[in-house]
């Protein structure tokens, strides 16, 4: 899943179409959690939004897609709920029915791009005072149809909009899932604020740590720990990241399991190592945790995120470990309460936080690289640090959101580039990768264009490989670049306890219809180098390799040799391989 900002996203030109729907107010009040209380009360203002894309898989009429708009919003109760003020200035929730309305054509002025079209109608219609706060668009190509939809912060958190894209491609027969495409209405979010005030209080302790996280930061929510410019509202630098390739965050995750901790707490780690050394202070930032504490909220929308704080002064992952568990539970409890001494939420210019979200281990579900799915941070202004995280089936990805200023962009920049790197080096450095073989030890690893020369002479070093490869290192270094830019291919190499290139294979994933849509893993150019044979080297790689294809969904795998190579037969055979099939080729 794309992490952007509207001015970032990825759009095509065509026509922008949005649902005008009716509204009629009914007078029943409903209550009205924390955190909505605390980003309404801030009033009207461009940029309160959050919003998701993605490409329908297929043409749709403009009344086929408001008709299942309609039923997406007739599912979720927070979809039917609007703020207001009354004569005293009271801020009131109350419930709306909301009818079919009509279409109409956004104008994109000459010149504008479809960034700032976009901007300009959901700052005007997902204002938290606007009845509706949330807006349906479609923006219409001769080719494709892109949905983009955004909501007020109030009603909708991340999770939430990934439960409007499924619940709309649901009530339009689009959805890849065997359920019903009936959508019975989902638990509400006002039924959860309600339980959210019924919650025991938070015990003597809880009160006390968050007073101690607090004071350590001068009694305010927890800021960056570097300066960011004069503290006030500036103008925002957005930084979209893919951090680790599905690849690396396998690795990555691959090492957190061998430390006895979540990938979660292996980022911590890092954050705060980079801290450390680039602060010589703590990592302490707010945390957001999801308050879903019960599964009948999964397919719920509404804004089912409060807030905590993390502290964490050691990198050691149990360390970290520790630290994200106290958070967990410091974000467990009615925070009103907590925050009491405090008047409410102690903000301050350089507030930093922290959020993750890893889609794999959701409960709702979408193909979101099938669907070329964004989620959308809106543009405002903005006097501190926001750092999201997202884990899928791509990889660690992350946006960060800071002033920019020539301090925001020395310290956090600065900030960021470091983490990556460690990130990154440690993704490389991990256990995933390694083949332990009794005292010896190798590694796996993605190859880099340097390591072409050294995969030559493997593949040279037979007496068919000898009459087959070239020394036209140019010609090979024009094929990797191919294989590198296609992340369906891992061309892998294996470096002995002296960082030399003992091994290759490459590896690809190939999606299929045959076999009931079995994904296959095809693998070719396998080689040891002699010193390394009968060792159990080779066993160990191909091992390695079915670990890597179970890892992307791979169901069945296969190669090819040559039929001259018997040793080989043997010793795939050794591995399971039956020689099922007849390998045909032609020179084209």
Not at 2 to 25: E, M
Request: with cysteine; charged share 25%.
């Amino acid at each position: 899943m794309r992490l952007t900002n509207v001015a970032q996203l990825r759009l095509p030109f065509g026509k922008l179409h949005g649902y005008d729907v009716s509204i009629q107010r009914t007078g029943a009040a409903l209550p009205i959690s924390f955190d909505q209380r605390r980003h309404v009360s801030a009033g009207e203002r461009p940029g309160s939004w959050m919003a998701i894309s993605f490409r329908l898989p297929t043409k749709v009429e403009l009344d086929e897609l408001a008709t299942a708009w309609l039923e997406v919003i007739n599912r979720h109760g927070t979809l039917r709920s609007a703020f207001s003020r009354d004569a005293n200035g009271e801020l009131l929730l109350q419930e709306i029915n909301v009818t079919p309305g009509a279409w109409v054509q956004h104008p994109v002025a000459s010149g504008q791009s479809m960034n700032d079209a976009l901007r300009d109608v959901f700052d005007q219609a997902c204002s938290p005072f606007n009845a509706p706060s949330h807006r349906l668009c479609l923006l219409e190509t001769a080719l494709e149809s892109t949905i983009v939809i955004a909501s007020d912060h109030s009603h909708v958190d991340m999770w939430s909009m990934l439960v409007i894209v499924r619940d709309l491609l649901r009530a339009l027969g689009l959805s890849d899932d065997e359920v019903d495409p009936q959508l019975l209405p989902a638990a509400s979010f006002t039924e959860h604020t309600r339980a959210m005030v019924e919650r025991p209080r938070a015990p003597q302790e809880v009160h006390q740590r968050w007073a101690q996280v607090l004071e350590a930061s001068g009694s305010v929510m927890p800021r960056f720990p570097l300066p960011l410019g004069e503290p006030v509202p500036h103008a925002e630098r957005v930084e979209v990241r893919d951090v680790l390739n599905v690849d690396d965050s396998a690795a990555f995750a691959a090492q957190a399991k061998e430390d006895s901790v979540s990938t979660l707490t292996a980022v911590i780690s890092a954050m705060t190592s980079v801290t450390l050394d680039f602060a010589d202070a703590p990592l302490r930032a707010v945390f957001p945790v999801h308050s879903r504490y019960d599964h009948q909220w999964d397919d719920s929308v509404g804004w089912f995120i409060t807030n905590s704080v993390i502290e964490s002064a050691d990198p050691a992952p149990l360390a970290c470990a520790a630290a994200v568990k106290e958070a967990v539970r410091l974000g467990s409890w009615p925070l009103e309460d907590i925050l009491e001494p405090w008047g409410g939420m102690p903000e301050e210019p350089g507030m930093f936080a922290i959020s993750w979200l890893d889609l794999r281990r959701l409960p709702v579900r979408v193909d979101s690289i099938g669907l070329e799915a964004q989620y959308i941070g809106a543009t405002i202004r903005t006097d501190g640090v926001m750092l999201w995280f997202i884990l899928d089936d791509a990889g660690l990805h992350l946006r960060c959101r800071y002033p920019d200023t020539p301090e925001g962009r020395e310290h956090v920049g600065g900030w960021l580039d470091a983490l990556i790197l460690k990130l990154r080096a440690q993704a490389r450095a991990s256990v995933g990768g390694l083949l332990r073989l009794g005292e010896r030890r190798y590694r796996v690893q993605r190859a880099e264009r340097s390591d072409v020369p050294a995969i030559v002479a493997l593949l040279s070093d037979d007496e068919l490989g000898a009459s087959r490869e070239g020394n036209d290192l140019i010609t090979y270094e024009r094929a990797f670049d191919k294989i590198s830019r296609d992340s369906t291919h891992y061309l892998a190499v294996v470096r002995d306890e002296q960082d030399a290139v003992i091994g290759t294979m490459q590896l690809s994933i190939i999606p299929g219809l045959s076999r009931k849509g079995t994904t296959r893993l095809q693998i070719e150019g396998v080689r040891v180098a002699a010193s390394e044979r009968s060792q159990g080297v080779g066993r160990s790689m191909l091992e390695w390799a079915h670990a890597h294809g179970r890892a992307r969904g791979a169901r069945l795998a296969q190669l090819t040799t040559d039929s001259s190579r018997l040793k080989a037969h043997q010793f795939y055979a050794r591995l399971g391989y039956e020689k099922s099939h007849v390998g045909l080729k032609l020179e084209l």
